[in-house]
C-alpha cells in the first residue's frame, strides 16, 4: 500500500534553514508528480510546491526564492530545502504524489507529517 514518511522538521528561528523529506513507497515514484502541502492550526492544509517527473519545480508565492523542491527517483525521495524561514511558515508539512487539471493529492492516505516550527 501507499506510504509516505515525512522528517526533518524541527525548531527553528526565523531566518534559519530546514531540510524536509519524504520517503515513499507503494507506487512507481518516478512517473508522479509529487508535492509538499503543510497544515497550519486552524487551517486547511495547501499545496506549497511540486515537481514534475522531469524535475520542473513549481511553488507558491509565498515561498518562491526561499524554498526548493528537488527528488531523487533512485531512493524514491522528495525533498523540500527551505531557507529563510518566516514564522508564518510554521506548519505541518505532508507529501504527496500530485493529479493534475485539477491539481490535487492523489492519495487518500497521508503520512504523519513533519512540524515545523519557525520562531519569531
Known amino acids: 500500500q501507499v506510504q509516505l514518511v515525512e522528517s526533518g522538521g524541527g525548531l527553528v528561528q526565523a531566518g534559519g534553514s530546514l531540510r524536509l523529506s519524504c520517503a515513499a513507497s507503494?507506487?512507481?515514484?518516478?512517473?508522479?508528480?509529487m508535492g509538499w502541502y503543510r497544515q497550519a492550526p486552524g487551517k486547511q492544509r495547501d499545496l506549497v510546491a511540486f515537481?514534475?517527473?522531469?524535475?520542473?519545480?513549481n511553488y507558491v508565492d509565498s515561498v518562491k526564492g526561499r524554498f526548493t523542491i528537488s527528488r531523487d527517483n533512485a531512493k524514491n525521495t522528495m525533498y523540500l530545502q527551505m531557507n529563510s524561514l518566516k514564522p508564518e511558515d510554521t506548519a505541518v508539512y505532508y507529501c504527496?504524489?500530485?493529479?493534475?487539471?485539477?491539481?490535487?493529492?492523489?492519495?487518500?492516505?497521508w503520512g504523519q507529517g513533519t512540524q515545523v516550527t519557525v520562531s519569531s
Open positions: 515537481i514534475s517527473t522531469l524535475d520542473e519545480p
Open positions: 507503494g507506487f512507481i515514484f518516478s512517473v508522479n508528480i
Open positions: 504527496n504524489a500530485i493529479n493534475i487539471d485539477p491539481i490535487r493529492p492523489r492519495y487518500d492516505s
